[in-house]
């Protein structure tokens, strides 16, 4: 069964940083578009940023646009999202998900192109 597992969340100082991974088992993740969502306690679930098979096109919510950046290693078979100048509004469980016809986009009507999701990873920004 084809896997995704998400690494890196933490308790985190506003201003501070993290970087999470997300590791691709029993399928080759290069050939598959990347995104990372969000969902913070009571809320909707909300796209982050995602990037394509290439690692030459990404996206990013206005909300993360400048303080986080998506990254790919296809010979890792790993996804990361390094987040800088978190803010306590970034506390979420965050997932990553790959899709093969996923055309990376962050809104939620985009995520239906998404095949495989990860377990979540907990970010928790507060002092």
């Known amino acids: 069964q084809p896997q995704l597992v998400e690494s890196g969340g933490g308790l985190v100082q506003p201003g501070g940083s993290l970087r999470l991974s997300c590791v691709a088992s029993?399928?080759?993740?290069?050939?598959?578009?990347i995104a990372w969502f969000r969902q913070a306690s009571g809320k909707e679930r909300e796209g982050v940023s995602c990037?394509?098979?290439?690692?030459?096109?990404?996206n990013y919510a206005e909300s993360v646009k400048g303080r986080f950046t998506i990254s790919r290693d296809n010979a890792k078979n790993t996804a990361y999202l390094q987040m800088n100048s978190l803010e306590p509004e970034d506390t979420a469980v965050y997932f990553c998900?790959?899709?093969?016809?996923?055309?990376?986009?962050?809104?939620?009507?985009?995520?239906?192109?998404?095949?495989?999701w990860g377990q979540g990873t907990l970010v928790t920004v507060s002092s």
């Open positions: 029993r399928f080759a993740l290069k050939y598959y578009a």
């Open positions: 990037i394509d098979s290439s690692g030459s096109i990404s």
């Open positions: 998900a790959a899709g093969l016809n996923f055309r990376c986009g962050t809104r939620e009507e985009d995520s239906k192109f998404l095949e495989f």
